[in-house]
C-alpha cells in the first residue's frame, strides 16, 4: 500500500504513546447535573491530544461514533501547531500560526492529524466508525493517512455535502458549494439506512390494487453485458420474451422463482415483462453518496440556529447544522449509542445527540472535548441552553432534557512528582490510570470499595481498596494523596493474608512498599507493583 511521507512524520507516528496521562478536573459550576460523573454527557476543556488520552481508561473501545471537523487548514483559520513533540525541527513550529505563506503548512496539519487520529482509533469501538469532514486542501492527504492508521479496505465512504446553496458570483474562479465527510470503520461496521420520507415514496403506486401493498417497477436488464443470462422467457400464454441486449439480471430459475412469486408480471399482451419492487420490502433507504442541503442543513442553516439559541451574532465561523450530524448518528449508531466530539466547536453534535434522545426516548450519550476559550461560554452554554431551553425563541423554546458534567484538563500524572509529592493525582485519578497502564482495560469507578464482597473490611486502612478486575487480577491500591503517607505505608504480612484468603484470580497489588517476602507473596498469589517504580511492570 502506498504512503504518505511528510516533514515531522518520524516524530509523530508514535507520538501519542509518548502522551502523559491527564487528570479530568471536575467543574461542578459549570456542569449541569446533580452528580458529575465520567459516565455522564461530557464537555471537556483542554488540549483534545491530552484530553483523548485521559479519555482511554474509562472509553477505549467504547465509542460507537467519532465526528470530527478539524481545521481545514485553508489558511485563513489561525490555527497552531502546538503539540510538545520531542524534535528540534517540531519544537520551532510551536505556537506559530500557520497562514498561506507557510511552505510547511501541510506537513503541520498532518503531523497534528496524525497522533490524534491514532487515539481516536483506540477509543473507536470494533463496529464503530469515524466521520471527518474537510474540504479540497487536506482531502487528498487525509485520505492516504487515514489508510495508514486505520487501513484502506476500512474505508467505508466519501459524502459530498452541498454546504450552501446559493451561487457566489464574486469568486474568481469555481463557486464551491460542498465539502467532504471520509467515513472510515474500525473493523465491523455496518451502516443503517436512512429513514424514508414522502418524497422518496411517492413514485410507489398501486394501479391493480396488490394486496402486497404499494409498489413501483424496476429494472429487469442485466446492468453489464451477460452472454449467459441471454435467453427467452415463456410467458403463461406461450409466448416468448426476447432477452435484452446485455441479458436478464437473473437466471431462468431465479426468473421462475420470481414469476411465482408474483414478483415478476406481464403486461396484458405478454410482450413486456414488469418487475415489482414494494414499499413494504424496502427498510428505509440506502445512504447515498452526495448529501443534500435541503435535507441535511447548510451552514447558513447552522448559523441561524446559533443566532437564535443566542439571540446574538456569535463569534464562530462555519457551525455544522444539527441535520448534517443527526443523520451521522442514525446511520452509524443504535438508541444507546456513544458520540465522540474531539473538535467540538460549537456545540452541534451534543444540540444533535439531545434531539434525538427526545424525539425517540434514546439514551444516546456524547462527549465533546474543545480546547479553546469558548468551551463554557459557547460550546457548553449552548448545550445548557438546548437542555432548559430558550423562552424567547421559536423553535427551541421547550428544551429536549438531559444533563452534562463539565472537566477541565488538569495536571498530568507523572511519577517524578509523585516521587516529590507535587500535584499528586486523587485517589480515583490514580487508581484508574494505575488499572488501565497495568491491565490495558477498561476502569469502572463504580467497583472501587474498601470492603471484599463478604462485607469484610479489606484493612483498617480506608486507602487500601479494590480497584477493580481484569481478566488476571484482582488489582488492588494503597495510596493517599499525601507524601507522609507515601512514605511510611506499606504492605504488610496481615494485609497480604488477609487478600490471599480470598477464592479466585491471583492479586495484584500497588503500594509504596511491602514488609513481605517475595517466596510468602508468591505463597499467597499475589503480585507485588511497588508505587510509583512498577506501574509499567506487567505490559513490559
Known sequence: MPTLNFKGKSFVQNHHLAVKYHQLVPQKDKSLTDKISLHDNLIIQGDNL??????????????????????????????????????????????????????SRHDKWLCMMMPRLKLLKELLSEDGAIF??????????????????????????????QHSIQGKNDVKDVSLHHNYTLIYQKSLFELDR?????????????????????????????????????????????NEIQPPEKGWRWDKSKVAEKIKSGEIIFNEEETKIIRKIYLSNQAGRVVESIWFGKDVGTTRDANSVLKELFDSELPFNTPKPIELIKRIIQITTEENGLILDSFAGSGTTAHAVLDLNKEDGGNRK??????????????????????????????????????????????????ESILKGVNLPSYEEFAKYLFYTATGEEFDEKVVSNKFKSGKSISEDDNFRFI?????????????????YLKSTALTLDKAKALGQQNGKKRLVFAPAKFVDNHTLTDLRIEFCQLPF???????
Not at 512498577?534 to 513490559?540: A, D, G, M, Q
Request: charged share 30%; net charge negative; hydrophobic share 30%.
Open 468 to 484: 477493580g478486575e481484569s481478566k488476571d487480577f484482582l488489582v488492588y491500591l494503597m495510596y493517599k494523596p499525601d507524601l507522609d
Open 194 to 238: 436512512i429513514e424514508r420520507t414522502e418524497e422518496h415514496n411517492k413514485n410507489y403506486s398501486n394501479p391493480d390494487n396488490d394486496p402486497n401493498g404499494l409498489w413501483r417497477s424496476g429494472d429487469v436488464r442485466s446492468p453489464n453485458l451477460r452472454e449467459n443470462l441471454k435467453y427467452p422467457i415463456k410467458t403463461p400464454k406461450g
Open 50 to 103: 491530552k484530553a483523548l488520552k485521559a479519555l482511554l481508561p474509562t472509553y477505549a473501545g467504547k465509542i460507537n461514533c467519532i465526528y470530527i471537523d478539524p481545521p481545514y487548514n485553508t489558511g485563513n483559520e489561525g490555527w497552531a501547531y502546538n503539540d510538545n513533540v520531542n524534535s528540534p525541527m517540531i519544537k520551532e513550529w510551536f505556537g506559530q500560526i500557520v497562514d498561506k505563506d507557510d511552505l
Open 534 to 540: 512498577e506501574i509499567y511492570k506487567l505490559k513490559s
Open 366 to 415: 456524547f462527549i465533546l472535548v474543545e480546547m479553546e476559550d469558548y468551551a463554557d461560554n459557547i460550546t457548553a452554554e449552548r448545550v445548557r441552553r438546548v437542555i432548559n431551553g430558550v423562552p424567547k425563541s421559536k423553535n427551541f423554546k421547550e428544551g429536549t432534557g438531559g444533563s452534562f458534567s463539565y472537566f477541565e484538563l488538569g495536571a498530568p500524572i507523572e511519577m
Open 132 to 161: 471527518i469532514s474537510c474540504d479540497d486542501n487536506e482531502q487528498h492527504n487525509l485520505r492516504c493517512l487515514l489508510d495508514e492508521i486505520f487501513g484502506e479496505n476500512n474505508f467505508v465512504a466519501n459524502i459530498i455535502w
